[in-house]
């Protein structure tokens, strides 16, 4: 039996934290820097995937863990939405924009995947006493090919 004992260790967060660290990289420079709003709306959303991905499962529950799982691909679509509005205010080219919407898309789909596999499982939440979230059936995860965990 395998056992996910950190955030960190899944693929989906590492994933989510890379893309966020390419919106900040993108909103450092450029006339997005004079829109503080606007800068401060797509980097809250690009944080919110990996915190929502964090805070879901230092939940108790798998129906918590899938909760915040599902507002963490919400908050990828937001975090597109806004990719699209910043390229059609000319803060960025629109090859940025759209390598970064397509990797987006990747993650959420990701997410998804993840969120099918919770719902088809009777994988427990944080109630041992070590406060790990147990997956039973890790190998299947990785023939699946799901994306979620470090090889």
């Not at 863990?65 to 990719?83: C, V």
Request: hydrophobic share 30%.
């Amino acid at each position: 039996m395998g056992t996910l004992q950190n955030f960190e260790d899944m693929d989906i967060w590492k994933e989510a934290r890379r893309l966020f660290k390419r919106v900040i990289n993108l909103t450092e420079d450029g006339p997005v820097c004079s829109d503080f709003r606007f800068k401060s709306q797509i980097r809250q959303a690009a944080g919110s995937i990996m915190d929502n991905i964090e805070e879901g499962f230092e939940r108790d529950s798998r129906l918590e863990f899938i909760n915040h799982l599902s507002y963490s691909k919400g908050s990828t679509g937001e975090t597109r939405s806004q990719l699209y509005r910043g390229y059609d205010m000319n803060y960025w080219p629109e090859e940025k924009a759209i390598s970064l919407i397509e990797e987006y898309k990747q993650l959420a789909s990701h997410i998804a995947n993840f969120i099918k596999y919770l719902n088809s499982t009777n994988v427990s939440g944080n109630n041992s006493k070590e406060g790990n979230l147990k997956f039973r059936n890790l190998e299947i995860l990785k023939s699946r090919n799901l994306k979620i965990f470090k090889s």
